[in-house]
């Protein structure tokens, strides 16, 4: 079992920067591939951006060049940089810890935390 806890939203302009941050529990941090998910009202829940267990990155085309995604297995935590925001930006942003085991996909998600991007 993995507790993701998200911290870092709030009410920004357009233009401005936000940092995410997701602190995992447990000890086996390394070994998730681990992504930010947003949902705006009214929208499906989207992939903005993942991290695998070497580092491999992508992101949703959207976000390319002014989000940037990374990792700290020390410190069990995975962190979103959002720059130059938009308001199409605005969601509740969630964090997601994913692996395999035995075969199945085991998926954790924290309690999300909201991004407003408004003037």
């Known amino acids: 079992q993995v507790q993701l806890v998200e911290s870092g939203g709030g009410l920004v302009q357009p233009g401005g920067s936000l940092r995410l941050s997701c602190a995992a529990s447990g000890n086996e941090f390394s070994i998730y591939v681990m992504g930010w998910y947003r949902q705006a009202p009214g929208k499906q829940r989207e992939l903005v951006a993942a991290i695998g267990t070497v580092g491999s990155i992508n992101y949703v085309d959207s976000v390319k060049g002014r989000f940037t995604i990374s990792r700290d297995n020390a410190q069990n935590t995975v962190y979103l940089q959002m720059n130059s925001l938009k308001p199409e930006d605005t969601a509740v942003y969630y964090c997601?810890?994913?692996?395999?085991?035995?075969?199945?996909?085991?998926?954790?998600w924290g309690q999300g935390t909201q991004v407003t991007v408004s003037s």
């Open positions: 997601n810890a994913r692996r395999l085991r035995s075969g199945s996909v085991l998926n954790y």
